[in-house]
């Protein structure tokens, strides 16, 4: 029997272990739209992304979550972009549970950041919206 993997959301809101996060509330990303999915990813990598890129203020944070239901794999970035699932990543109708929050993980470069923003602003001129549900 195998381990069940440990998961991660990316984001910048403020939230205890407990909480959960839901669809339903105004994306982190795009056009800030209600989400009608939650993300997560089984890679650290993935989720500090998502803190380091979501819109709001305060700073990135990136929680240990649990799914409450099925997750699927996130058709934005699997077989868009990669080609499979290396980034671990995945959606759910479902709300997660936040278990915990990695208090200390180490952020991109400054360019590494700054090319993924250029990338994002190529999209959005380009009529793409970088979460397509």
Known sequence: ????????????????????????????YGTRKKAAFVYLSATLDAAIWGAELAAGEGRGRVYIVEPTGPIEDDPNLTNKRFPGNPTKSYRSREPFRVIGEILEW??????????MHAHLERLRQAGIEAIEE
């Open 1 to 28: 029997m195998t381990d069940a993997p440990t998961y991660y959301h990316g984001t910048k809101a403020d939230l205890k272990t407990g909480d959960l996060i839901e669809a339903g509330k105004v994306s982190n």
């Open 106 to 115: 180490q952020g991109h470069s400054p360019e590494q950041l700054a090319e």
